[in-house]
């Protein structure tokens, strides 16, 4: 029984973790959980439970099972209520991405417009496995060196300029499937 | 608005009327407060601030402005549903969650022009009583958030946020709240759940109507960003004036957006019901590609009813009954409701002969599986059935029967939901068997029927029919 508990807010290794420090509740990370928590009155201090998560994804890659606790003490509630939340919204990890995550929209206008093509095409470049995806744990493929993760994204609302894609929070559109060798090269190190 | 010059290659087309988009693309235009107010801004909000609060709700309701986030209910109205003798805090929530498939208006607005929609806000929140305000943004417009904190800190400096808003007296705050992700922040009761910081499960109606019940329990009104930038212009014309934009029943501007099989795909913001849907499709966005024609569209966002080109329908009642081809149908809420569709949130997803429509409606019935919030039984469940029948479609290993199946999951769907996620991922399906049958029916196979799709199928198989295991 305990492992099923454990395996829930387990964060496997990936090729992407040596990009990424382990949490830690710095001076830093503290001082912007407080900004984000001002924001909502102060007997509703759960409503923070996203913006926290966002400031821990943000600057460690992925949410662990020590962030959950952490943000499960700031906000005064239980673990399971955030771990509720992490495992519900796709936007929420918790396992390492590449150091460059790409999203790359599948919903129909994209689609029409060439983006599975886009993203067989970034999987070839980035040797990155589409096949090895587990939508419900682990969503994203992280490339094998590490440096790429893609993801299919469902509508990233640029219906008009498909298809298009976010790597990490750069938006990039009109990527014809031929455009994305030069679209990594912007990325590389 | 004729010094106004845009971008070469991005100017309006002459049949828009720019409104709320007059800002987007223009030469030398900045989302800076300083470009802003240069510009007239923030003189509405001057001027809101000497009205009474229930003029204000007032003009909105004159204004005949309709939600422009899809139901297309009226704001005024939605306004007016806070109870009289309310006495807990009001809350305004800016829904810029932009999350329908075919839509991407309020992208524009948050990154090209983000004062405008602050305006907008901090009029609503004196005309309904907030003195607490949120942008739930989706996580996917990370930039955007970006630059509405910027905006948000700038209008805060300059005392058009805060404590005593210009001297009125009036104290008003906006913060931003970004989402993760899921396709269901974008209605109204699932947004709220999830700024409350839970699972974003929607909440039944009645009796969670959000301007009575909703955020923390307390009155809150939930309104588009584009709903929101419409009430800044109603401020300045006058409801009567603003009325006059547009049809009656269906005033003022929208953005409406084109994707897909057109040569100049893009955001039109036109008067509503002043352009058909020929003349949005040929004049304005050049009409199909080369050699290609257009089949279907989709006028309102993926959750709207497909409609194919070479239909007719039939329009009004009685004396003014009028049968109308599909390319002459004006674009607005009620005829294209009348039609069998609707207007919803603004996004054109246009198709050509090019497309296989069983191939279009597996890749809408991926995109409802994935976003269910699995609150309700018949939608978790169904809308993962409907994707694996139109999976099986596409692979060509379906069966005639299957369809009567996939439509029978819809309509068991459709309507038996808490909210209106059941709809949004029923009707597409029912829509694309009833116009698209026989096309659906001749990718299927006789020989498939019966044939089992999965190791627990054919398990199932065995075990009903031993003699042909």
């Known amino acids: ?189 | 608005m004729s010094d106004i010059q845009y971008i070469h290659g991005k100017q309006p087309h002459p049949r828009e009327y720019r409104l709320i988009f007059r800002n987007v693309d223009r030469v030398g235009w900045d989302p800076s407060l300083h470009t802003y107010r240069n510009d007239g801004g923030y003189e509405q909000l001057r001027h809101a601030l000497t009205m009474d609060p229930k003029a204000i709700t007032d003009e909105v309701k004159a204004s005949g402005l309709r939600g422009r986030g899809g139901a297309g209910f009226p704001t005024g109205v939605k306004w007016g549903f806070i109870p009289p003798n309310n006495t807990k805090p009001v809350y305004l929530i800016c829904n810029a969650d932009e999350s329908e498939p075919g839509t991407f208006k309020d992208r524009y607005i948050l990154h090209q022009d983000p004062h405008q929609l602050i305006e907008g806000m901090v009029i609503s929140c004196f005309a309904v009583g907030a003195k607490l305000a949120y942008i739930y943004v989706r996580e996917e417009f990370p930039e955007a958030a970006h630059i509405l904190e910027r905006a948000l800190a700038e209008a805060r400096e300059a005392n058009l946020l805060g404590h005593n808003i210009l001297g009125s007296g009036f104290d008003c705050e906006i913060h931003v709240h970004r989402g993760a992700g899921a396709y269901i922040c974008g209605e109204e009761t699932g947004l709220i759940e999830s700024l409350e910081g839970k699972r974003p499960y929607p909440r039944i109606k009645p009796p969670y109507f959000p301007a009575a019940m909703g955020l923390y329990m307390c009155p809150t009104i939930v309104n588009n960003v584009e709903s929101l930038c419409h009430v800044k212009h109603i401020i300045r014309m006058g409801g009567e004036e603003y009325s006059k934009l547009g049809t009656p029943r269906n005033t003022g501007t929208r953005i409406v957006c084109v994707s897909g099989d057109v040569k100049k795909p893009g955001y039109y913001e036109i008067e509503v019901g002043k352009l058909t849907m020929g003349e949005l499709l040929h004049e304005v966005c050049g009409g199909p590609k080369d050699g290609r024609s257009f089949k279907a569209v989709i006028p309102g966002g993926s959750s709207a009813k497909i409609m194919r080109c070479e239909e007719s329908f039939k329009i009004g009642k009685g004396d003014d009954a009028k049968t109308l081809s599909f390319y002459d149908l004006p674009l607005d809420f009620d005829t294209l409701a009348a039609a069998g569709s609707m207007a919803g949130s603004g996004g054109v997803i246009v198709m050509d002969d090019s497309r296989r429509m069983s191939w279009v409606l597996n890749n809408l019935n991926k995109f409802y599986a994935h976003e269910s919030c699995g609150q309700c039984t018949p939608c978790r469940e169904g809308s993962t059935w409907m994707r694996k029948i139109t999976d099986r479609l596409v692979a060509g290993t379906a069966a005639p029967s299957d369809i009567d199946t996939l439509n029978s999951i819809a309509y068991q769907i459709d309507g038996k939901t808490i909210c209106a996620f059941g709809e949004a991922c029923s009707w597409p399906v029912e829509a694309m068997i009833d116009k698209f049958r026989d096309e659906l029916i001749s990718e299927t196979s006789e020989s498939n029927e019966g044939i089992a799709h999965s190791a627990e199928n054919e398990a199932q198989r065995r075990f009903l029919q031993p003699s042909q295991s």
């Open chain 1, 1 to 189: 029984m305990s492992d099923v508990l454990n395996n829930l807010v387990a964060s496997p290794q990936t090729p992407g973790t040596k990009h990424y420090t382990p949490f830690a509740a710095t001076d830093d990370v503290n001082a912007q959980a407080d900004r984000r928590i001002a924001q909502y009155p102060p007997d509703r201090k759960r409503s923070a439970v996203l913006p926290l998560l966002h400031i821990v994804q943000h600057e460690f890659g992925f949410i662990s099972s020590d962030a959950i606790d952490w943000i499960a003490g700031r906000l005064g509630i239980e673990p399971i209520k955030v771990l509720e939340v992490v495992t519900f919204y796709p936007g929420l990890r918790q396992t390492a991405p590449g150091k460059y995550h790409i999203r790359v929209c599948r919903t129909l206008s994209c689609a029409m417009g060439g983006s599975y093509e886009l993203m067989e095409k970034l999987c070839e470049l980035t040797k990155a496995d589409l096949s090895k995806m587990d939508p419900h744990h682990h969503p994203i493929v992280v490339s094998p060196c590490g440096t790429w993760s893609v993801e299919f994204a469902e509508c990233l609302a640029s219906c008009g300029t498909a298809p298009v894609c976010l790597v990490n929070d750069d938006f990039h559109e009109g990527l014809a499937p031929e455009k994305a060798s030069d679209l990594l090269k912007q990325y590389n190190d």
